[in-house]
């Protein structure tokens, strides 16, 4: 069974620094996903990543994949406010069409 | 842009009872999920459903709880006496399987915008 683990599970942040959310599987995944979900809402998918050095940014997040250390990296760069939300990541192994979610990192960016 | 939609949005109900969430998934997709997230924790599988059956169940999908098509929109979680520790968010999420034979799919999944269900 696929383990997922992210850290930090907090992170305060001040606007216009840079970060790093780690998230590290336990087993082979053939697939790693991003969400974003802001309190009191659903998951808003981000990024999906399907190969080993596979890299994919979004306006201040850059997401990308070392399937052979087996981790997942998410970077935000010069935070701003509005990227406060919890980041999950998840993945997929086996060809199963379940998604194992890690515990999620709560971010929130100061002015 | 199609979405994935749930109702209810909010469901309180009294311990033993049974409630139906209901979701109407994107209209073209194939696959149908329902994962759960108790207040502040993480997002959890229940069950996958595709082509009119359960593909994959977690260990949480015990015998209270089933899914059902029942026509070709609506995808339902039935939960038959439910429990205090039901209460949680239910998610309802929807993929389509592209790419070619013999590359990797992609199974992006859509998620809606839940159902809070408080088990009183």
């Known amino acids: 069974e696929l383990k997922v683990e992210q850290n930090p599970l907090f992170l305060s942040m001040q606007e216009g620094k840079n970060y790093t959310i780690y998230c590290n599987y336990s087993?082979?995944?053939?697939?790693l996903y991003w969400y974003r979900q802001d309190p009191g809402k659903s998951l808003e998918s981000l990024f999906v990543?399907?190969?080993?050095?596979a890299v994919k940014q979004e306006g201040r997040l850059m997401a990308s994949l070392d399937t052979k250390a087996r981790l997942s990296t998410l970077h935000i760069t010069a935070a701003v406010h509005d990227l406060s939300a919890t980041y999950f990541c998840?993945?997929?192994?086996?060809?199963?069409?379940?998604?194992?979610f890690g515990a999620g990192t709560r971010l929130t960016v100061k002015p | 842009e199609p979405e994935v939609t749930q109702t209810p949005s909010h469901q309180v109900t009294q311990m033993g009872q049974e409630v139906i969430l209901r979701c109407v998934p994107i209209?073209?997709?194939?696959?149908f999920y329902w994962y759960r997230q108790i207040l502040g924790q993480k997002v959890e599988f229940l069950v996958s459903?595709?082509?009119?059956?359960?593909?994959?169940k977690s260990e949480i999908f015990d015998d209270q709880f089933s899914v059902e098509r029942p026509d070709g929109s609506n995808f339902t979680l039935k939960i038959r006496s439910t429990k205090l520790e039901d209460s949680a968010m239910y998610f309802c999420?929807?993929?389509?399987?592209?790419?070619?034979?013999?590359?990797?799919?992609?199974?992006?999944?859509?998620f809606g915008p839940g159902t809070r269900l408080t088990v009183l």
């Open positions: 209209s073209n997709h194939l696959y």
């Open positions: 999420a929807s993929s389509e399987e592209v790419g070619l034979a013999g590359e990797a799919s992609y199974n992006e999944q859509f």
């Open positions: 990543l399907l190969s080993n050095g």
């Open positions: 459903f595709y082509n009119n059956e359960i593909s994959e």
């Open positions: 998840a993945g997929r192994w086996g060809g199963n069409n379940d998604m194992r």
């Open positions: 087993t082979t995944s053939d697939r």
